[in-house]
């Protein structure tokens, strides 16, 4: 059977890391964080990273979204530039919003720069709101929405721009239980019919086997590629039917902690 390191080479990468370390740059010491890290995304995947508080796993989504750089080693992002479109997008814990915007505004920020006139702009935009099922909410501003309305505003900003490789750090952890559940559903509904690669980075690991095809532990100090694990559940997946592949990846976590760190 293949491990799934080797099924993800298999299927046609989206993004291709080769021995990255990464150190922060304000850091004296010059440790670091990141150091011989291997990983390949298949293109259309769901991929998880989970690990210990601290590990890395925002700033591996930062080195693969082109904001920082590697010390050593490389994150390329195996797709082809267009003019009307961004080969990535960034959805971080908080939505971000600029108050002073519109809904519609705020998702059409992402377009800016890009070759495309005002009316496919705002197109781009408002199918972006009907896609995450907020398009009667274009003329608010983001102090009139709830949170998880918010957060479904800055999803719809980065699918505006037609990303090939949709990068999530935390997006829900600031969620209530209930809204949580339902914009896990609302992302996978949309990661299927878009067709975009999704990494997301979370602390939950009940999230991570609920919404990946894969999940990544990211452990050590340094931190490298710990466990690589294949969730082969069917989808629609039961919440309640994934408490085997919630333990493996806690039995993972707890033989790679470092210093007591939490999850």
Known sequence: MDTPIAAAAAAEPIVSVRGLAFAHPGDASGRNVLEGLDLILPRGGFTAIVGPSGVGKSTLLRVVAGLVRPRAGEARLLVRPAPDRRPSALVFQDARLMPWRRVLANVAFGLEGLRL?????????????????????????????????????????????????????????????????????????????????????THDLDEAVYLADRVVLLAGNPARVAQDVTIDVPRPRPRAGLARHVADLRRALEENFIGGAGI
């Open 117 to 201: 006139s005002a009316t496919a702009r705002r197109r781009r935009a408002l199918d972006a709101l009907a896609l995450v099922g907020l398009a009667a909410e274009a003329a608010k501003f983001p102090s009139q929405l709830s949170g998880g309305q918010r957060q479904r505003v800055g999803l719809a900003r980065a699918l505006a721009v037609a990303p090939d490789l949709l990068l999530m750090d935390e997006p829900f952890s600031a969620l209530d239980a209930i809204t949580r559940n339902g914009l896990q559903d609302e992302l996978l509904r949309v990661w299927q019919e878009t067709g975009a690669s999704v990494l997301f980075v």
